[in-house]
Nanobody, 116 residues
Framework: QVQLVESGGGLVQAGGSLRLSCAAS????????MNWYRQVPGKEREFVAA??????????FYANSVKGRFTISRDNAKNTVYLQMNSLKFEDTAIYYC???????WGQGTQVTVSS
């Protein structure tokens, strides 16, 4: 059974940094598109970042709200995807979810709270 487990969330002051991890098990995700989403209670889940393969090279793609501050990366040997979050803002507060290529590939989420 495929499992995605996020970790690395926590409480940080505005301007600080966190690194989220998404460890995958059950199958290898090294050639798959992987994504980070986030959700604030009462609001829809929103896209944050993606990493995948284009024609011949790896690509990264970001929501405008995090571009230049967040970096998505992967370690295929560890079957893990990361989200490095710098210059955090209060509005980055949310539950962050890792998502694989299939509709059912979701982690349980990790809470990120940024204090202003």
């Amino acid at each position: 059974q495929v499992q995605l487990v996020e970790s690395g969330g926590g409480l940080v002051q505005a301007g600080g940094s966190l690194r989220l991890s998404c460890a995958a098990s059950g199958r290898t995700f090294s050639s798959d598109d992987m994504n980070w989403y986030r959700q604030v209670p009462g609001k829809e889940r929103e896209f944050v970042a993606a990493i995948g393969w284009g024609a011949s090279t790896q690509y990264e793609f970001y929501a405008n709200s995090v571009k230049g501050r967040f970096t998505i990366s992967r370690d295929n040997a560890k079957n893990t995807v990361y989200l490095q979050m710098n210059s955090l803002k209060f509005e980055d507060t949310a539950i962050y979810y890792c998502k694989g290529p299939r509709d059912s590939d979701w982690g349980q989420g990790t809470q990120v709270t940024v204090s202003s």
